[in-house]
């Protein structure tokens, strides 16, 4: 196994692990780290196939390059609505994932 | 066979430590532990022989949004909770609430998904992760060897460095509609009004002297760092990319020092800042037409120069943007400053 297919695999058990995590979660925060990790996931599955021939290839690292500008964008603005949402709601959830009904599931 | 060890350390370590960040109690902990995330995929990725995106992760991917997340999570943390849906709810529930809700001080959040539901999900996300890890590991061999006609046309691209080539040549059109997203976020942030809502500011610190003594040394430096990498991206690693995310790290350090303060007198330099890149890039991509009929197709006798005019003012851009979207609320009207103008001079 060469040390690409291991990079391979990771991004891969990144991506399933956060989500799982995005699912699982009802935070917020926690919902909007899991997505954010994926990208990262995502981003290095590109960088590994950049490097499968014998020249490393410059396009997938400009994907990624430009991945990582929108995916900042992307977060910050994830957050200025969670925290908007705290603000008008009082809480970090979705309404559908209210953490007294979750708990009260979880009791009976 | 060391290297090789420490690929597949490297590698392991990565999924476990997403899976700490999403399962640590204290939500100050797991951004901590996300940083960390984040400067191991940067060294993931310097392993791959990626330094140009390397570059960028460490600063933009652990370091910038690293300080969302922190000063996101401040912001949820020690206030209380406005009573505006608790008018018909009982008092027992709003106070179940209330324990299961972030005390101040500690961000603790297990809220999960009750018990069935995590574990009919193993399932199916277990046959995922198996499904995805197979089709990477037998990845058919690429139709169109992109790398080499990479390599082959970099002559013609005006600069040396093939990363620099693909986004603001060979791919410049992608790299004009991201400048363009950048934009919107900060439009689409700016109308969410953050600012009149308590704590919805990035906290200011005021009257430390030692960070104020760091950052007016770090500033002149990063200054400096950053016009190298954009000088430094026509033929090696570098670019208006990762000086673009060094600039925007000196922002968010002036905002937080209190050396520049954001709300920036009517706005109006701070909104030309922010437009002027893709105003730029556009401007060049529509004018070029003229000469060469074609969108974004530069005459070949003038590439170098259109590039490094593109890229300047892409960085001014990228460093704004980065910085508005971490001080989040938009400029106001009412009051005339004149701080932000020092800090643009400093950043173009």
């Known amino acids: 196994m060469s040390p690409v297919t291991f990079y391979l695999l990771s991004s891969v058990g990144i991506f399933v692990v956060c989500l799982y995590g995005l699912i699982v979660h009802a935070h917020l925060i926690r919902k909007i780290l899991a997505l954010n990790m994926m990208g990262s996931a995502v981003f290095l599955l590109l960088t590994g196939v950049a490097r499968r021939g014998e020249l490393t290839d410059p396009v997938p690292h400009a994907m990624v390059l430009t991945g990582i500008v929108v995916a900042v964008s992307a977060t910050a603005f994830a957050l200025a609505v969670a925290r908007r949402l705290y603000e008008e709601c009082g809480r970090a959830y979705l309404p559908e994932e209210d953490p007294e009904d979750l708990s009260e599931e979880r009791e009976g | ?348």
């Open chain 2, 1 to 348: 066979m060391l290297s090789l060890f420490f690929d597949a350390v490297l590698a392991l370590a990565l999924p476990l430590l997403a899976w700490r960040v999403l399962t640590t109690r204290d939500l100050y902990r797991a951004v901590i532990l996300f940083i960390a995330f984040g400067l191991l995929v940067a060294l993931s990725w310097a392993r791959l022989d990626a330094p140009d995106i390397a570059l960028a992760e460490a600063a933009i991917g652990a370091g910038l949004t690293g300080a969302l997340f922190l000063n996101t999570v401040g912001g949820l943390v020690g206030r209380k909770r406005s009573p505006s849906r608790e008018s018909d709810e009982s008092r027992e529930v709003a106070e179940r609430r209330e324990a299961i809700q972030s005390s101040p001080g500690e961000p603790v959040d297990e809220v999960m998904r009750p018990w069935w539901v995590r574990l009919a999900l193993t399932v199916p996300i277990l046959a995922l992760g198996l499904a995805l890890g197979w089709a990477v590991v037998s990845f058919p061999e690429p139709a169109i060897d992109l790398a080499q006609q990479a390599s082959d046309n970099l002559e013609a691209s005006g600069v040396d460095h093939g990363v620099t080539a693909v986004l603001l040549n060979f791919r410049s059109y992608d790299t004009l509609l991201e400048i363009g997203v950048l934009l919107l976020a900060v439009v689409a942030v700016w109308s969410l009004d953050l600012g009149r809502v308590r704590g919805g500011q990035a906290a200011l610190s005021k009257g430390l002297p030692v960070l104020h003594g760091l950052v007016r040394l770090l500033t002149p430096i990063m200054i400096i760092v950053g016009g190298y990498l954009l000088w430094a991206g026509a033929k090696q690693p570098g670019g208006a990319f990762q000086a673009g995310a060094v600039l925007g790290a000196l922002g968010v350090l002036l905002v937080l020092s209190g050396l520049v303060r954001p709300p920036l007198s009517d706005g109006s330099g701070l909104r030309i800042g922010l437009a002027v890149g893709f105003a730029v890039f556009l401007g060049i991509g529509t004018a070029v037409m003229l000469a060469t009929g074609e969108l974004l197709n530069y005459p070949p006798a003038s590439t170098y120069g259109l590039i490094i005019i593109i890229e300047l003012f892409l960085t001014v851009s990228i460093a704004l943007t980065l910085a508005a979207l971490f001080v989040t609320a938009p400029p106001r009207k009412e009051q005339g400053s004149k701080e932000h103008s020092e800090e643009k001079g400093e950043e173009s």
